[in-house]
């Protein structure tokens, strides 16, 4: 099974229509301003997929500040799912500073059979992970409903790029510490943490947390994943963030790497299988 992590998709009104979003979501405007910045819809996405030979995508919408964006957005999400069942696997999207429709949106979508929570972007709301006000009715449900909740951190040095975000490597660990039975999946790489879990008190707080690769090819030399089964092993999923990198440009930069089969196969499906398609029965 060849599972991508990480992906974007959008309505199809989002699609063609993105400026009328703009004046909605100022943080959706800076990174979707430009129209090089690519959007997908569901059809998109499995177009690609068929074409790549990738089985399954988890697919994650935007972290928009509006609860009726949230809520237009895990609709189409969930009715994706649908659409194509054993082929994408859908994130809710919620603004965890908006408390009450926070909750009731992902026990919603949650009990509609979505299977995690994400993909955060906390600068466009404009909260932070270590706020326990704000985190702690996403992280109540998330472990309620045993599934994973997907985090956008990226590195804290080299070049800027709209997006890129404030998230610090220490917020991940405080959010992980307070949090040790909930599964964390930090995007990109989680900004370089991987490195740190060479130290045993960070390994220890942070055994459930795990790493998309998405993006790399913007950020790191490949390289990276034969370091991350040394820093991380059994714990960084592949995945692309789609379509900002096509899965096709990826999987042939993979594939140059000749990893071997055990490894391949546990960046490439196993890992993710372990973190988004193992779901609890305790809801």
């Given at each position: 099974?060849?599972?991508?992590?990480?992906v974007?998709?959008?309505?199809?009104?989002a699609?063609?229509?993105?400026?009328?979003l703009?004046?909605?979501?100022?943080?959706f405007?800076?990174?979707?301003?430009?129209?090089?910045?690519r959007?997908a819809?569901?059809e998109?996405?499995?177009?690609?997929?068929?074409?790549?030979?990738?089985?399954?995508s988890?697919?994650?919408?935007?972290g928009?500040?509006?609860?009726?964006?949230?809520?237009?957005?895990?609709?189409?999400?969930?009715e994706?799912?649908?659409?194509?069942?054993?082929?994408?696997?859908?994130?809710?999207?919620?603004?965890?500073?908006?408390?009450?429709?926070?909750?009731?949106?992902?026990?919603r979508w949650l009990?509609a059979?979505?299977?995690?929570?994400?993909?955060?972007?906390?600068?466009?709301?404009?909260?932070?992970?270590?706020?326990?006000?704000?985190?702690?009715?996403?992280?109540e449900?998330?472990?309620?409903?045993?599934?994973p909740i997907?985090?956008?951190?990226?590195e804290?040095v080299g070049?800027?790029?709209?997006?890129?975000?404030?998230v610090t490597?220490?917020?991940v660990?405080?959010?992980?510490?307070?949090?040790?039975?909930?599964?964390?999946?930090?995007?990109?790489?989680?900004?370089?943490?991987?490195?740190?879990?060479?130290?045993?008190?960070?390994q220890a707080?942070?055994?459930?947390?795990?790493?998309?690769?998405?993006a790399?090819?913007?950020?790191?030399?490949?390289?990276?994943?034969?370091?991350?089964?040394?820093?991380a092993p059994?714990?960084?999923?592949?995945?692309?963030d789609?379509?900002?990198?096509?899965?096709s440009?990826?999987?042939?930069?993979?594939?140059?790497?000749?990893?071997p089969?055990?490894?391949?196969?546990?960046y490439?499906?196993g890992?993710?299988?372990s973190?988004?398609?193992?779901?609890?029965?305790?809801?």
């Open positions: 099974m060849l599972v991508d992590a990480h974007h998709i959008f309505w199809p009104e699609v063609r229509h993105r400026r009328r703009f004046h909605l979501d100022a943080y405007a800076e990174l979707y301003q430009s129209e090089r910045a959007m819809t569901a998109d996405l499995i177009h690609s997929m068929e074409e790549n030979g990738i089985d399954v988890i697919v994650a919408g935007f928009w500040a509006d609860a009726g964006l949230c809520r237009e957005h895990n609709a189409y999400i969930a994706a799912v649908r659409r194509y069942p054993g082929r994408l696997i859908g994130l809710a999207v919620v603004n965890p500073s908006d408390r009450r429709n926070s909750e009731r949106e992902l026990a009990d059979g979505l299977a995690g929570v994400g993909e955060l972007m906390p600068n466009g709301p404009g909260y932070r992970l270590t706020d326990a006000f704000v985190m702690g009715v996403l992280t449900v998330s472990r309620s409903y045993h599934v997907l985090v956008h951190v990226s804290p070049h800027d790029y709209p997006g890129k975000g404030t490597l220490a917020e660990l405080e959010l992980a510490t307070c949090n040790p039975e909930l599964k964390i999946v930090c995007a990109h790489w989680g900004g370089g943490l991987p490195f740190y879990e060479l130290m045993p008190e960070v707080a942070l055994k459930n947390v795990y790493y998309d690769t998405a790399w090819p913007l950020l790191y030399d490949d390289r990276i994943f034969l370091a991350g089964d040394v820093l059994r714990k960084v999923l592949f995945a692309t789609y379509p900002l990198v096509s899965q440009a990826a999987l042939k930069r993979l594939r140059s790497l000749a990893l089969p055990d490894l391949w196969a546990a490439t499906g890992n993710a299988f973190v988004y398609m193992t779901r609890s029965s305790g809801k």
